[in-house]
């Protein structure tokens, strides 16, 4: 079935780093963009980033640019989200969110089950 | 930025009744609006997109309305598993994608 599956999270000091992964399946991972969305503890959604289908066309929040870094490897059907010069306010779990529509800018219709990063000292 | 409000915070409902969450964008969005589902422990899940249409498995029991700036979710008649968190969240002004910070539904 259509899966999005995230991992590397865990707990790391301000001012380091993490990579987040998230591994598709059961669709053709290289037709859909896709983004990573967090969400802080008892908070709401914030997006965070966004790749096109072919990684040409990347965008960030404000909040996390020029910390984190998003690729993807369409041959390996993964997203990957590179975070450095983590801060407590990156504390949150992070979802990887699939685009509906493969032509257009549309909602998210494929979620992950997220992973949950933790800074703190 | 456009900045998405949804009212109330907390709506509680008894189970059968129907319920109405409201979603106010700063500026039009035009129909790109969609409302997602969020139980405690998971993953948010796509209810409506294009402001009005139904994602595929969802029941007819939802539906959602408006256009431009304001925006209905409406649940005709509460089943048990129905009590979530409900986002909304506007996809016109990509790629600074914003959502709404929820309307909690709980239990009356």
């Known amino acids: 079935q259509v899966q999005l599956v995230e991992s590397g999270g865990g707990l790391v000091k301000p001012g380091g780093s993490l990579r987040l992964s998230c591994a598709a399946s059961?669709?053709?991972?290289?037709?859909?963009?896709m983004s990573w969305i967090r969400q802080a503890p008892g908070k709401g959604l914030e997006w965070v980033s966004y790749i096109s289908s072919s990684g040409s066309t990347i965008y960030y929040a404000d909040s996390v640019k020029g910390r984190f870094t998003i690729s993807r490897d369409n041959a390996k059907n993964s997203l990957y989200l590179q975070m450095n010069s983590l801060r407590a306010e990156d504390t949150a779990v992070y979802y990887c969110?699939?685009?509906?529509?493969?032509?257009?800018?549309?909602?998210?219709?494929?979620w992950g089950q997220g992973t949950m990063v933790t800074v703190s000292s | 930025e456009i900045v998405m409000t949804q009212s109330p915070a907390t709506l509680s409902v008894s189970p059968g009744e129907r319920a109405t969450l409201s979603c106010r964008a700063s500026?039009?969005?035009?129909?790109?609006l969609a409302w997602y589902q969020q139980k405690p422990g998971q993953a948010p899940r796509l209810l409506i997109y294009?402001?009005?249409t139904r994602a595929t498995g969802i029941p007819a029991r939802f539906s959602g309305s408006g256009s431009g700036t304001e925006f209905t979710l409406t649940i005709s008649s509460l089943q048990s598993e129905d009590f979530a968190v409900y986002y909304c969240?506007?996809?016109?002004?990509?790629?600074?994608?914003?959502f709404g910070q929820g309307t909690k539904v709980e239990i009356k």
């Open positions: 500026q039009s969005v035009s129909s790109n």
């Open positions: 969110a699939r685009g509906k529509e493969m032509a257009t800018i549309d909602a998210f219709d494929i």
């Open positions: 059961g669709f053709t991972f290289s037709d859909y963009y």
């Open positions: 969240q506007q996809y016109n002004n990509w790629p600074l994608w914003t």
């Open positions: 294009g402001a009005s």
